[in-house]
């Protein structure tokens, strides 16, 4: 099982970037998916997250309104859409998949399978 995390980068604040997570030996739509970050210093923090069966989404306060989780059922593949980025927005970004059956959590300890991380700088 393979989560592989693309399309971080550098962007000046006020951009965009979109994060891509392809799975591969895993059908991702079973799954409850959900984007965490990780800053230099600061504990790890959920902020999308979108549900199985209905595909419902959920976002953390910090980035409501300017991120969109999506997933392709079809490209077994989920998306961060990120727009107006701040400085706050850098860290690693990392796709994590988690059980259906434990229902929509942020707690990580519920996710069975995470990407390797994707370095996302917004900076001018």
């Known amino acids: 099982v393979q989560l592989v995390e693309s399309g971080g980068g550098l962007v000046q604040p006020g951009g965009s970037l979109r994060l891509s997570c392809a799975g591969s030996g895993i059908k991702l739509d079973y799954y409850v998916m959900t984007w965490f970050r990780q800053a230099p210093g600061k504990e790890r923090e959920g902020v999308a997250m979108i549900g199985s069966t209905d595909s419902k989404t959920f976002y953390d306060d910090s980035v409501k309104g300017r991120f969109t989780i999506s997933r392709d059922t079809a490209k077994n593949m989920v998306f961060l859409q990120m727009n107006s980025l701040k400085s706050d927005d850098t860290a690693v970004y990392y796709c994590?998949?988690?059980?259906?059956?434990?229902?929509?959590?942020?707690?990580?300890?519920?996710?069975?399978?995470w990407g390797q991380g994707i370095q996302v700088t917004v900076s001018s």
């Open positions: 994590a998949a988690a059980d259906r059956r434990w229902g929509t959590r942020w707690n990580g300890d519920f996710y069975d399978y």
